[in-house]
Each structure stands twice: as C-alpha cells, then as structure tokens.
C-alpha cells in the first residue's frame, strides 16, 4: 500500500507568516496611537478656542445690554435696568456672575488687563468704556480682547 501525502505548510512558512502578521499589526497600532493623540490635541484646541469665543460674545453681549461698566477692585461690574453682572479677573479664570442667578466659569488664564475711559486708565468704581486683556493659551500663545461701550451724553449726566 502506498503512503498517501498530506499537503500542508511547513514549521518555517508558518513562523514568517506569523512574523509578518505581528508588523503588520505593530504598524497599524502606532498609526492609531498617533490619530488619536492627534484628535485629542485637536479637541483641546478647539474646546479652548470655543471657550474664548464664548467668552468674548458673553461679554459683548452683556456690555451692549448695560447701562454703565463700573470698575471693582478685581474685574468689572455691569449694571442696566434690570441687569446686574460682575466679572471678575482670577489668575486662572474669569467668572461672570449673574446676581441671584449663577456663576460662569471661563478657564482662561487673562493677562495685561486694562480699564480706560476716553483713553486714560481709570480706578476703583469709575466708569468705564473699553476694556481689553490677553488671554494667555498654552505655548505662550496670547489672543487679545478687547470690548468697547459706547456712551451718550444722557447716560453720562445721570
């Protein structure tokens, strides 16, 4: 009787497809590692950037609702009709405060933060119609912002 033939791959094709398989798979591994930590450093940008934009609309939106800026000791002070909103400049944040109602947090680090009132630096409760600071962003990156009120005369004379 004749012994039949098995056919099948040896020890050695095994082991180089195997090996090629591990590469293969180590490649594709270290590409996902790098998207991912590329889409994480993406979305931390964009939440930052999104933060400052909030910030700076809130802030434009509340001046242009106020009556007077009044300056406090630590940030500034918006009073209207029946609007009342303090902003104040920590070190790592600005917070916004609604009287009665809450408090916003922005986690922006503000620098260089400047009062004026027709081009001159004003003091504690003087009124106040430009406001501009730096926001400090990681790699020593600054955004200015500035936000500016206009008065009329019969504002003024209140």
């Known amino acids: 009787m004749k012994a039949k033939k098995i056919e099948a791959y040896t020890l050695m094709e095994i082991a180089i497809a195997m090996l090629l398989a591990a590469i293969c798979m180590s490649i594709c591994y270290t590409a996902y590692q790098m998207i991912g930590d590329y889409f994480h450093a993406f979305q931390k940008k964009n939440a930052t950037a999104e933060e400052v934009l909030t910030l ?6 509340d001046v242009a609702k106020g009556c007077y800026l009044i300056r406090t000791v630590d ?10 909103i303090t902003y104040q400049f920590a070190d790592t944040a600005i917070l916004r405060k609604v009287e009665n109602l809450r408090t916003d947090s922005f986690h922006v680090t503000p620098v260089d933060t ?45």
């Open 56 to 61: 700076r609309r809130t802030m434009e939106k």
């Open 75 to 84: 940030g500034i002070h918006i009073t209207g009709d029946s609007l009342s």
């Open 114 to 158: 400047r009062f004026r009132f027709e081009e001159r630096e004003v003091q504690e409760m003087d009124t106040v119609d430009h406001i501009s600071f730096m926001l400090k962003m990681e790699k020593q990156q600054t955004i200015p912002i500035t936000i500016g009120k206009f008065y009329s005369a019969h504002d003024l004379l209140k």
